[in-house]
């Protein structure tokens, strides 16, 4: 989102030319909010036809993802990425780390995304404790300003470069375009 509130930039490019090669020329198209706890099930109730932005590629949401009880088609791999942790230098190192033991690290408290597979990877490596939820990036950001937590974490691609420290696991993830049809086609 620019200054003016509009949405921009390469998820939105890739919008615009979805919809230009599946509905000619005379495209419209509509971007709708939605986050990573209620997107599937959004997709599913058919809200939109595509998702295209911060969704990754798993085996389980391919097959059946469980919040919307059914599988989904995933495109070819247009960007892959991965997790890094932003934030106060010495509970990013923690963060970087995955340690939650410590002075320190006791203290680490990571905004994580509900929904996410970021949010599936916290709970297997931290204790409940040492994570703060939040529904998305923004309201992520907002509570590390508020000092509710000291990390969050997001795409390599998608963190300001001033504040990046590249986590030493990611998750060597892919992003693709998905629509709620089994088949290769897209609905036009």
């Known amino acids: 989102t620019n200054e003016s509130e509009v949405r921009e930039g390469f998820e939105i490019d890739l919008c615009k030319a979805v919809a230009a090669a599946s509905l000619g020329p005379d495209y419209r198209f509509e971007t709708v909010l939605t986050n ?49 942790f932003n934030g106060v230098p010495e509970y990013v190192k923690c963060a970087d780390e995955l340690s939650a033991v410590g002075d320190v690290c006791a203290r680490l408290r990571i905004c994580s995304i509900l929904g996410t597979t970021w949010f599936a990877m916290t709970e297997e490596v931290f204790p409940v404790s040492n994570i703060v939820i939040a529904i998305d990036q923004r ?42 049809s089994r088949g290769s086609r897209w609905r036009s």
């Open 36 to 84: 990573g706890y209620t997107r599937f099930v959004q997709l599913a109730k058919g809200d939109f036809d595509v998702l295209i932005a911060s969704t990754t590629h798993t085996l389980e949401r391919d097959v059946h993802q469980p919040s919307a009880d059914m599988g989904f088609s995933f495109s070819t791999p247009y960007l892959y990425g991965g997790m890094t």
């Open 139 to 180: 309201e992520s950001i907002d509570k590390l300003i508020a000092g509710e937590c000291n990390v969050i974490q997001g795409e390599q691609y998608e963190a300001p470069e001033m504040v990046v420290r590249r986590a030493s696991a990611t998750t060597g993830r892919t992003r693709r375009g998905i629509n709620r």
